[in-house]
């Protein structure tokens, strides 16, 4: 029997995770993406593989699914990864009443533990024990390099899997199963799976429309490799990631830690920061983020959420380098109600999979086998 052929377009995560169940259900798989090799979304984040983001239940199962994925194709194709787990640190007693009541709710399921000032310093050496009065400290969270795991994903789909990339070819059209590269090219699958990230003008623009989604725009910064070959540990957190995460809402407290931040800190709120850090395997620390929603944002980077962000991690780490080597920002497409990612046939046999938002790495291979699964 012949095989079934599928045609991916985008090599972000979404699209990489979209080929592979593909792949393992049985399809010859195209992937078409636009660029030399994918540079949007998926090589701009953290790389923070981050199950403690999600609520229990349904999303929480999908990240370890997808994490234990990401450990199989990195221990098979020589990618690097880091258990380092997160730690999400307490300034305030406000702070640490959410952080208990976290705890007490996570306990059970979850590899958590509340450590004390000093107990801190041991999973995350970086910790200004100075403002830091204690933490909640989880095993399950794992860093990749993006950069590097994005780039290397695609050779290794090509070695194990029956499934091949086209790169530098923006996809114009897509009509009856033909999707049209230019006017000149075109290419036919049995079904056609649209990953395209926050390009929501060239493809099926209406349904795009017909969807409440939005842009994420976010500033990033990356020191140089820190001296010494010095190790930060755990993935590290202030107090404003608390109101970030929906899977904190389970503390009552939470309301009125709120409260005092949109009294104290505003300005953080306004541009929607919260301070996160991670190290990567060439030892540069990669700190972020800010969060502006808009259809079309401005092109240029604001030094002062730049400021504001190393103003904050300067209370909370003490560094022994924060000579900052790159600056960025990123967007990811999100839906502005509580969906979490669309799946939907703008045709018969064209799939859109998108909205993925902040979760993007965290998420995208355990959504897309639950996803390709229901074909
Ligand atoms: C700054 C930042 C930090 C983040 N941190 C984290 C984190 O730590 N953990 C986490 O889980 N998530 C994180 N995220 C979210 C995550 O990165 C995204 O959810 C995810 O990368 C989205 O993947 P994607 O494949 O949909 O989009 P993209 O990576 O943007 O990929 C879409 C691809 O489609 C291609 N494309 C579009 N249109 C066409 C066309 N017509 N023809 C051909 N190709 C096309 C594009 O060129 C692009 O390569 C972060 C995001 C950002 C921006």
Known sequence: MEKRTAIVIGAGIVGLATARALALKGFSVKIIERNDKAVGASIRNFGMLWPIGQPDGELYERALQTKSIWKTICDK??????????????????????????????????????????EVIKVCPVANTKNIIGGLYCKEEMIINPVQAIEAIPAYFEEK?????????????????????????????????????????????????S??????????LRTIAQPNNWKMGAALC????????????????????????????SEYLDWG????????????????????????????????????????????ANFPSLKIGEVWSG??????????????????????????????MTLSFGLAEELIATI
């Open 77 to 118: 194709a020589g990618i690097w990864y880091d258990e380092v787990g997160s730690l999400h640190v307490a300034q305030e007693q406000d702070e640490l009443n959410v952080l208990g009541e976290v705890y007490e709710h996570f306990k059970n399921d979850r590899q958590v533990n509340m450590l004390n000032q000093i």
């Open 161 to 209: 899997y029956d499934i091949d990339f086209i790169w530098g070819k923006c996809v114009s059209f897509v009509s009856d199963n033909e999707v049209y590269v230019g006017t000149n090219e075109s290419h036919e699958a049995d079904l056609v799976f649209i990953c395209s990230g926050t390009d929501f003008e060239t493809l099926y623009p209406e349904a795009f429309k």
């Open 211 to 220: 969807f409440q989604f939005t842009k994420c725009k976010l500033q990033m």
């Open 238 to 265: 202030g107090g404003l990631s608390l109101i970030h995460y929906k899977s904190f809402a389970v503390a009552g407290a939470l309301k009125d830690l709120k409260l005092r931040y949109q009294n104290e800190m």
């Open 273 to 316: 920061i919260h301070v996160m850090a991670c190290q990567n395997n060439i030892g540069q620390i990669t700190i972020g983020d800010s969060h502006e929603y808009a259809n079309t944002h401005t092109a240029f980077i604001n030094e002062k959420i730049n400021k504001l962000i190393i103003d904050y991690l300067s209370k909370i």
């Open 331 to 360: 967007q990811y497409s999100k839906l502005t109600n509580a969906d979490t990612e669309i799946f939907y046939s703008p045709a018969p046999g064209v799939y859109i999979i998108n909205g993925l938002g902040g979760a993007g």
